[in-house]
């Protein structure tokens, strides 16, 4: 696979506001290629807050996002081509397939999307044998696998965006998880997550930010 070009994700100043609650704030970082961010934190801290402003769903109550020098809301859609974010929800529609949910999410994405494609990432999570089984019969763990599955077919985004992917996954699962993301950053990707789980990852570079503290 070819590496990614050269990329810079910068937060500065970050603040986030819910309410009349302030999460955090003046929070900064910057991430360059091979870059891995784990921000951990307990549940209300904002954690997945913070993933939602670095893809440019939630503008954050002051401070700045940018991506190669450049702010992320005047790049818009040329910014979102450029990353995958995958949420603690799973998104699987119950009376799809395995082979049909990943093909749909992959489409509405934008990556690719044909059969070949489709079957080699869900056996690479471990799902040939359930692929055409309807969703709502998967467990838990399997449904994570699928929705995790579209990073493989996400070779081309240099910024994976990551909401809790360790969870829900068994031993084998988190195994095969680590390896995509240790993949992907020795290939000069960047990828910002966020867990409850002390996993090790390989990165060339690694930081972590715990909020709440």
Sequence with gaps: MTPHHRATLRATGLDCVRGERRLFGGLSFELGNGGLLQVSGPNGSGKTSLLRMVCG?????????????????????????????????????????????????????????????????????????????????????????????????????????LDEPFAALDAAGIAVMREALEDHLARGGLALLTTHQAVPVAAPSAQTIELGA
């Design 57 to 161: 769903l939630l503008p954050p109550a002051a401070g700045t996002i940018e991506w190669n020098g450049s702010l992320i809301r005047a790049l818009a859609e040329e910014y979102n081509a450029g990353l995958v974010y995958i949420g603690h929800l799973n998104a699987a529609k119950e009376e799809l397939n395995a082979r049909e949910t990943l093909g749909l999410a992959a489409r509405l994405a934008g990556l690719p999307s044909d059969p070949a494609a489709v079957a080699a990432a869900l056996r690479d999570f471990g799902l040939s044998g359930c692929d055409r089984l309807p969703c709502k019969v998967l467990s838990q763990g399997q449904k994570r696998r699928l929705a995790l599955a579209r990073l493989k077919l996400s070779a081309s985004r240099a910024l994976w965006v």
